[in-house]
């Protein structure tokens, strides 16, 4: 099995590239491939049998004022990786994200889930969705996840450690609830998806379990043996950003039953194995 990894340089690229170290890989940044380069990418899928998208216009509240960029990365290159991978007859795993969703729900979000962005990353992300699922039908894998953090690149516990340094306190939104999620356990599950010959469909990647920022900072508190009492919880109303975040962010796992794997671990589990191999550190 052949794979090439797109946008190979971010926390789950790196991630991947540990997982999957013992195959034949082949690992491009950024700088190696412009996913918005049709021909590029053309060349680039060439003689690989799987293609992981990790490549992604990231900065929510960019994209608000650079939509066109964008869309460029997050749809114009997801569909042109679906449809190289179908000339190619290789699979596509495109990674999404919760935003696809407006937030609104009280319960998980099934798979199926009618998609309703309320951001422009959001939007962005859902037809890079819908276009790697038109252009590679029969091929295309879209794996959602939600509040990443991993030892290669900024996330929310390294900003938490950082702001601890420098402040007796932290104010941290208490109103948006999620699934924090370890990259490494998304790369390995993705292994595990290529495993297993898992069909086409849609996939959420998130750890079990839910918790809010605030919890989610207390916890990185305790874990760094600093007293949670110094976080306090406030509404996002009084953290304005210039994208709107989805105040409910959980998905639900359903269609791992569907093709013999166990949804994957609580959050909790995963972030003390994440402690453990140094994700604190700054």
């Known amino acids: 099995m052949t794979i090439l990894i797109t946008g190979a340089n971010g926390m789950l690229g790196h991630d991947l590239q540990q997982v999957l170290s013992g195959r034949s890989v082949t690992a491009l940044g950024r700088a190696d491939l412009d996913v918005t380069d049709r021909d590029a990418v053309d060349s680039a899928v060439v003689g690989h049998r799987v293609v992981i998208n990790c490549a992604a216009y990231t900065r929510v509240d960019d994209a608000e004022s650079d939509e066109d960029a964008a869309f460029a990365v997050n749809a114009m290159g997801a569909g042109y990786l679906a449809e190289s991978a179908a ?56 794996l959602r996840t939600a509040w990443l953090y991993g030892a290669h690149g900024p996330n929310f516990p390294k900003t938490m450690m950082r702001l601890a340094a420098a402040n007796d306190t932290l104010n941290v939104v208490d109103d948006q609830r999620g699934q924090p999620t370890w990259t490494l356990d998304v ?93 604190l550190d700054t």
């Open 87 to 142: 000339l190619n007859g290789a699979k596509l795993i495109q990674l999404s994200t919760d935003y696809v969703f407006d937030g609104t729900a009280t319960t998980p979000y099934p798979e199926g889930a009618s998609r309703n962005p309320v951001s422009a990353y959001g939007r962005t992300k859902a037809e890079g969705e819908r276009l790697a699922l038109e252009l590679n039908p029969d091929g295309t894998s879209i």
């Open 187 to 279: 790369a390995r599950r993705i292994a595990a998806m290529l495993d297993a010959d898992v069909p086409p469909g849609i996939y959420h990647a998130t750890n079990s379990g839910t918790t809010t920022w605030f919890e989610f900072a207390q916890e990185v508190f305790r874990r760094a043996g600093l007293d949670p009492a110094r976080i306090h919880p406030i509404p996002s109303a009084q953290f304005p950003r210039p994208a709107p975040r989805p105040a409910y962010s959980v998905l639900g796992h359903d269609a791992w039953s569907t093709v013999g794997l166990a949804p994957m671990r609580d959050w909790t589990d995963a972030f003390t194995d994440a402690v453990a191999q140094g994700v």
